[in-house]
């Protein structure tokens, strides 16, 4: 799948299911688990972080990309396969708030799917290949390896909205 096609999955694979939610909906969820806002606080705050380094670096010419033989072979085997490996732990810097705002979340994730958009659109093509972010699991990606992943990573927990929508269903 393209790029463009990813990124322009992305909002309707996560806002689409969430339409029909409102009030404590979006704050209840089962024991140790993720409410539905902060699955999409989670998400949001992952674009953010990458969007703004990635622009934060866009003109620079001087970057190569880092990454050990594992995290080369993990990312050509995500990435290319579509099967992202298990983390085991979601970096802090991406964990949401006990109590996210869904109108606030749904906003933030909205504005970085069209972060990524906007780089798809208006970067040039050496730039977007010359760019990076680390992935603490895969090492460097460019614009498009993140758009790629941002798409696996939603089709991931929209597996997992879908979960606790039913879980939803069943204690209502």
């Known amino acids: 799948m393209k790029v463009r096609r990813q990124l322009a999955a992305i909002e309707p694979m996560i806002l689409g299911l969430l339409e029909s939610i409102d009030g404590d909906a979006w704050h209840r969820t089962p024991d140790g688990r993720w409410s539905l806002a902060q699955i999409v606080s989670h998400l949001a705050i992952s674009l953010d972080v990458v969007g703004v380094v990635l622009e934060k670096r866009a003109e620079r010419t001087d970057m190569r990309r880092r ?22 732990r979601v970096p802090r810097a991406t964990y949401p708030e ?25 970067w040039r093509a050496e730039q977007k290949e010359r760019v990076f972010a680390a992935h603490p699991i895969l090492g460097d ?11 696996l990573h939603c089709r991931y927990w929209e597996h997992k909205i879908k979960v606790r929508q039913r879980w939803l269903r069943q204690v209502s």
Not at 67 to 88: E, V
Not at 141 to 151: A, C, H, V
Request: net charge positive; charged share 30%; aromatic share 8%.
């Open 67 to 88: 990454a050990t033989p594992k995290q080369r072979l993990l990312r050509h085997l995500a990435l290319g396969m579509g099967k992202l490996p298990s983390a085991g």
């Open 98 to 122: 006990e109590r996210p705002d869904p109108e606030l979340v749904t906003a933030q994730f909205r504005v970085g799917v069209e972060r990524l958009r906007g780089m798809e659109k208006s």
């Open 141 to 151: 990606l460019n614009p498009p390896e993140w758009s790629r992943f941002f798409f």
